[in-house]
């Protein structure tokens, strides 16, 4: 028996509402979509089991209905779009797309939008709609406003209403008591209707939580927020963070450890911390993408949230979650220089309620690479995830994942002169068994209740352990003449943290004003235990780069490397407590502010020198930000934000800490929305200055002070969406003004290291939407970088470049097969620097990615 609810209706233009979705939402599988004719018009079922769990935003763009559905994944056969033109007399289109973690259902009226109803049924959520005459609209009320009544996911639903009630309902004023509706609810067949002015489609994601920690609208937030969704790294089989966000404005490679971590720069600002899933990760490996379910990137300070960090911005990592119908999804890739990785994605339900739901993304990588080592690439990854729903009100959810990686530790190429040296780009200064590993093991909890319909609690808890080695002959001094010195090294670290997460959401009303509030408590500690050893007298092997004349050289055993230059034992425990306040004015004007106080404390002790090192600090981190929205696609925004970071590294002559680095930022912007939501631009100009930089201490060389300042301006451009049905493109622009404005040793004006004063990025698909080429695909894009420093002395410089790359693939039922090009015309290329003339990393050659993947 079908429960009909709420019939949908909306104003003439969308109203807004803030709701604070829950983090760790259960993502629910929609596996068919079926149109059917009725009496009156057309029914469109998404076909699952947990319809009673879907929440539908709807609202109304001109002629065209729109219902977006959040924390849904549709699994068609087909592939992710479902579309059919002219299915009834008054109704042009209806669509089904995919994007990011939505579903969106659009129907067009050909002349006014259709008259909607909602049903739940155990075949899964149903629309049924009836064309509508062109004089209905007049009957909608003439000025929109924002909903009294609707606060909440909860307070619009309702179930089973008379014929004469739900009449009513179409007409009646959001908010009004007949919306609210006196009804008979049944717990077991409810669905949340939320009024709200959220967009999305194509390669969209129109939410994000890392700029608030709340499941806000990108539109809504007074900070430029650019998310990089799972459909563009599949299209472009980017496996590594820093191929992902080569799509993203003012994000860039920074010095990798040889190509064995993460390392980004953000507007002129080396970032080496990242979040997952919202908790603070420092980079010891690469991270994987198996398991990510998109990638978050907040530009400029984000303190107010996340405590010490550099302010050029931060990377979340969003993560997979489990779904409550069958998923089994398998794939190959294989590619140049022995590249090959095959992965798995399992998930579904444990029990015949589906409250025990599970998730396991596995991978294992190998490559040669194009590089002369004899080390090859290993790498093994496995993520297990379990949601438990306690009851109706209480989730729970343990993730497990572990990572075993190998690969070569390789310093690159070096720099002659003013620019790279002139040698081959797989000619390899190391010896050819140059090793790094990195070993961790990471498990964690995500506890949600909610007390009520406006108030929830959440609680989670993270343990990562990361044990890496390497050992190799380590570039050190080159020569003009191209003799370099090599030195042997070893590095041993263990690194653990421990993060403890607890917040709590709530919603209310102060008179006409809505407010959504946060405070939270976040509680870290990060311990680091190891050292760097060298053999006695720390020898050289010198090599020319040009003819490959070495000093013979025999691999030392590891223990014949007795003197330790490094040998520390390093704790850092952190306390923040933070509020917010996300202010809703109207529906047009929107005040964020927010605060966050640290405690910081670090305890160091060197075993080298039996030296103990501490200090503690507190600040507060500020954040304020306006938004005004002239009309429903444009959001014009302006903020202000701080960051902070301690220096755990530098000391003054007098032994002492240095004073932590603080960061400013003022940023101002437009954000559009069009193409009926389709597309989404975000223009941003900022300007940020770090002060409190580590010098050189004039008086005493061997110390530092902090004096130093650096400021980093700019204007971001960033471009994503839908063009047309099957078209999709994801664009950006940088210009990067980012030089040293104070400092003791380099020279002031002098240019930021691995920061390209412009760049700019176009990657676009579109795949063949219906005839015998169905399912038939094309891709293209261009990378361009342009000139950088290599050091901050500015005494080498690395060249521009255009990358570009193209793709071709089909898919068709359950089925996906590709071929990737990347570097198409085999462009010679560096990615970054390590911010010294020994240490150069090239970009990769010419090489082709094949793969095909099957859904069960």
């Known amino acids: 028996m079908k429960a009909q609810l709420l019939p949908s209706f909306l104003l003439a233009g969308a109203v807004t509402v803030l709701i604070a979705q829950p983090a760790f939402a259960q993502v629910i599988e929609v596996t068919a979509v079926e149109l059917n004719p009725t009496e009156n018009g057309i029914e469109v079922i998404l076909v699952t089991s947990a319809a009673k769990q879907l929440r539908v935003l709807p609202r109304i763009d001109s002629n065209t209905y729109i219902a977006d559905i959040p924390n849904t994944q549709l699994r068609l056969p087909s592939g992710n779009t479902f579309r059919t033109d002219n299915p009834t007399e008054g109704i042009t289109a209806v669509t089904v797309t995919q994007a990011a973690n939505s579903i969106r259902v659009t129907v067009t009226g050909s002349e006014v939008v259709p008259k909607v109803e909602l049903f739940d049924s155990d075949e899964g959520l149903i629309f049924s709609f009836t064309p509508a005459a062109p004089d209905t609209q007049a009957q909608q009320p003439p000025t929109p406003q924002t909903p009294e009544g609707v606060e909440t996911e909860n307070q619009t639903e309702t179930t089973q209403p008379s014929d004469e009630s739900a009449e009513t309902l179409e007409h009646v004023q959001p908010g009004s008591e007949a919306q609210q509706g006196e009804t008979s609810a049944d717990e077991d067949e409810e669905i949340e209707i939320v009024v709200t002015g959220e967009q999305e489609g194509g390669y969209i994601a129109p939410n994000a939580t890392t700029g608030t920690r709340t499941d806000t609208p990108l539109r809504d937030i007074p900070q430029s927020i650019q998310v990089v969704p799972q459909q563009v790294l599949e299209d472009q089989q980017a496996i590594r963070v820093n191929e992902a966000l080569r799509n993203v404005s003012g994000v860039r490679a920074d010095d990798s450890f040889a190509g064995t971590i993460d390392r980004i720069n953000i507007r002129g600002f080396t970032q080496d911390v990242f979040l997952r899933d919202n908790f603070r990760q420092s980079q010891f490996s690469l991270r994987e993408t198996a398991n990510l379910e998109r990638i978050e990137v907040l530009k400029g300070p984000a ?99 572990y990572l075993n990686d190998e690969r070569p530790f390789d310093d690159g190429l070096v720099a002659i002169g003013t620019g790279i040296a002139d040698v081959p780009r797989d000619r390899i200064f190391q010896n050819p068994d140059a090793v790094r590993t990195a070993e961790e093991f990471g498990a964690g909890y995500q506890l949600e209740h909610r007390f009520s319909e406006n108030w929830t609690l959440r609680n989670a ?21 191209g003799q370099l010195d090599r030195r042997w090294r070893s590095n041993d670290d263990l690194y653990e943290s421990y993060a403890f997460q607890t917040n709590l959401v709530g919603e209310f009303k102060t008179g006409a004003i809505n407010h959504t509030l946060l405070f939270g408590v976040d509680l870290n500690r990060e311990t680091r235990v190891g050292g760097q050893r060298r053999l006695p007298g720390d020898p050289s092997f010198f090599l020319n780069i040009f003819t490959e004349e070495a000093d013979p050289i025999s691999k030392p055993d590891l223990s014949d490397l007795t003197l330790f230059a490094r040998n520390e034992n390093n704790r850092v425990d952190t306390l923040g407590i933070y509020l917010q306040d996300q202010i809703v004015f109207s529906d047009n004007l929107k005040l ?31 954040r304020i930000g306006l938004v005004y929205q002239p009309s429903e ?4 925004y302006a903020s202000f934000s701080q960051s902070f970071n301690p220096d755990i590294f530098s000391i003054s002559a007098d032994g002492s800490p240095l004073e932590p680095t603080t960061g400013n930022q003022y940023e101002v912007g ?21 002060e409190n930089v580590a010098t050189t201490d004039p008086n005493n060389t061997d110390f530092s002070i902090a004096v130093g300042e650096v400021r980093s301006r700019g204007i971001e451009l960033d471009v994503v969406g839908e063009i047309a049905d099957g078209w999709n493109i994801i664009a950006s622009y940088a210009y990067t003004d980012a030089e040293i404005t104070e400092d003791n040793f380099f020279s002031v004006g002098n240019r930021l290291t691995n920061v390209p004063e412009n760049s700019a990025s176009l990657w676009t698909t579109y795949e063949i939407q219906k005839g015998s080429l169905q399912g038939l695909g094309f891709g293209a894009g261009l990378f361009f970088v342009g000139d950088r420093q290599g050091d901050l002395d500015n005494s080498f410089q690395l060249p521009s470049y255009v990358r570009t790359d193209a793709a071709i693939y089909y898919r068709r039922n359950n089925w996906r097969a590709a071929l990737n090009f990347q570097n198409l015309f085999n462009i010679d290329s560096i990615r970054s620097a390590a911010g010294f003339r020994e240490s150069v990393y090239p970009g990769e050659p010419f090489t082709v990615i094949g793969s095909v993947s099957v859904q069960f």
């Open 303 to 401: 303190s107010v949230l996340y405590g010490n960090l550099e302010p050029g911005g931060v990377v979340n990592l969003v993560t997979k979650k489990p779904l409550s119908e069958p998923y089994y999804s398998t794939e190959l890739l294989v590619g140049s220089y022995g590249f090959y990785r095959p992965n798995i994605d399992l998930s579904g339900s444990l029990n015949s309620d589906k409250t025990l739901l599970y998730r396991l993304n596995a991978v294992y990588e190998g490559n040669d690479g194009f590089r002369d080592f004899d080390q090859n690439v290993e790498r093994v990854f496995a993520a297990p995830v379990l949601t438990w729903q306690v009851g109706e009100n209480t989730d729970l959810t343990l993730e497990f994942d």
């Open 461 to 481: 808890f993270r343990f990562l352990s990361s044990d890496s080695f390497d050992f190799r002959l380590t570039s050190w001094i080159i020569e003009d003449s």
């Open 592 to 622: 964020l502010l927010g605060g966050r106080f640290d405690l910081f404390d670090q305890r160091s002790i060197d075993l080298v020198s039996n030296t103990t090192f501490n200090q503690e600090r507190q600040r507060f981190s500020p």
């Open 633 to 636: 696609q444009v959001s014009l």
């Open 670 to 690: 437009i954000k559009g929305e069009f193409l009926d939501g389709r597309l989404s631009t975000t223009l941003a100009a900022y300007e940020i200055t770090k």
